[in-house]
């Protein structure tokens, strides 16, 4: 009975729209100057989804353009497009190349891999984990080299943008490959999976520099549940304290939003910290 009233609520809505001039073969909407290509990745042996928009006036262009990578792109693509505008519409900042990276689908379908590419230790409860790695190295060697050699970039000005675990991977590319993006903007990392491996990350990374060259953005939402909020604490009072050699850092706690409604505001702060003036 379901499929059926499905089936004729669709048909009444083809005949309603076919009576205001709509055509009954729909086309599917695209987002202009985009391209939605499938990369095999050889080091990960995992598909992904690349999503690509160019700046307007791109093909024309003489000049080279800085590139956003977004993480979850099969959710962030079209929220990156839109606060991207915004920032354009009110400081007139250069418009970046985006490169937004899908793993199998949307956030919480079946199909999407997110706690697989986005962790970086192995944790028996979650099956698949640990393929943060995996992930990095099919961006650095690549995803990248793809981009910079098929597109006009700016290979000195790339910026990374992940949310949630999408943030625990950007903070794990921050203590692992510090100088691939020039930005690294993370999003309510969700730092205390796997009992807070990361943390082991840094101190290793530590252990052998005492640089660690790159623009960080570290956001908090002020209504977080303690999982949350303490270890992102932990995090920006350790940077504080092994006082690196050229870290850009900036961390704020946007009072009044939980993990989830802070997401939309996290991102137009950090692409505006990196895009509009630090």
């Given at each position: 009975m379901?499929?059926?009233k499905?089936?004729?609520?669709?048909?009444?809505?083809?005949?309603?729209?076919?009576?205001?001039?709509?055509?009954?073969?729909?086309r599917?909407?695209?987002?202009?100057n985009s391209?939605?290509?499938?990369m095999?990745?050889?080091?990960?042996?995992?598909?992904?989804?690349?999503?690509?928009?160019?700046?307007?006036?791109?093909?024309?262009?003489k000049?080279?353009?800085p590139?956003?990578?977004?993480?979850?792109?099969?959710n962030?693509?079209?929220?990156?497009?839109?606060y991207?505008?915004?920032?354009?519409?009110?400081?007139?900042?250069?418009?970046?190349?985006?490169?937004?990276?899908g793993?199998?689908?949307l956030?919480?379908?079946?199909?999407?891999?997110?706690?697989?590419?986005?962790?970086?230790?192995?944790?028996?409860?979650?099956?698949?984990s640990?393929?943060?790695?995996?992930?990095l190295?099919?961006?650095e060697?690549?995803?990248?080299?793809?981009?910079d050699?098929?597109?006009?970039?700016?290979?000195a000005?790339?910026?990374?943008?992940?949310?949630?675990?999408?943030?625990?991977?950007?903070?794990?590319?921050l203590?692992?490959?510090p100088?691939?993006?020039?930005?690294?903007?993370?999003?309510?990392?969700?730092?205390?999976?796997?009992?807070?491996?990361?943390?082991?990350?840094e101190?290793?990374?530590?252990?052998?520099?005492?640089?660690?060259?790159?623009?960080?953005?570290?956001?908090?939402?002020?209504?977080?549940?303690?999982?949350?909020?303490?270890p992102?604490?932990?995090?920006?009072?350790?940077?504080?304290?092994?006082?690196?050699?050229?870290?850009?850092?900036?961390?704020?706690?946007i009072?009044?939003?939980?993990?989830?409604?802070?997401?939309p505001?996290?991102?137009?702060?950090?692409?505006?910290?990196v895009?509009?003036?630090k």
């Open positions: 379901k499929v059926l499905l089936i004729s609520t669709t048909l009444l809505l083809s005949c309603m729209l076919c009576g205001y001039g709509f055509a009954q073969q729909a599917l909407v695209t987002i202009p391209n939605h290509l499938q095999h990745s050889k080091l990960a042996g995992n598909q992904y989804d690349i999503y690509i928009h160019y700046p307007a006036g791109y093909d024309t262009a000049r080279k353009f590139v956003l990578y977004v993480v979850d792109g099969d962030d693509f079209s929220p990156s497009l839109e991207l505008g915004l920032l354009m519409a009110e400081y007139h900042i250069p418009e970046p190349i985006l490169v937004a990276i793993d199998g689908g956030i919480g379908t079946p199909g999407n891999k997110r706690n697989r590419d986005f962790t970086p230790t192995k944790n028996p409860a979650i099956p698949e640990g393929g943060a790695p995996a992930f190295a099919f961006i060697k690549e995803l990248i080299p793809t981009i050699a098929g597109l006009k970039t700016d290979t000005n790339r910026t990374l943008y992940g949310y949630s675990m999408g943030g625990l991977f950007a903070t794990y590319a203590f692992t490959q100088t691939l993006f020039k930005n690294i903007l993370i999003g309510s990392p969700a730092l205390g999976y796997d009992n807070g491996s990361i943390f082991g990350v101190k290793s990374y530590f252990g052998k520099h005492k640089s660690l060259p790159a623009n960080v953005f570290i956001e908090v939402g002020g209504l977080e549940a303690p999982g949350q909020v303490v992102n604490k932990q995090l920006v009072a350790l940077l504080d304290e092994r006082n690196y050699q050229k870290l850009v850092f900036k961390h704020i706690i009072d009044d939003v939980t993990h989830l409604s802070g997401k505001v996290t991102m137009l702060k950090a692409l505006q910290w895009y509009a003036g």
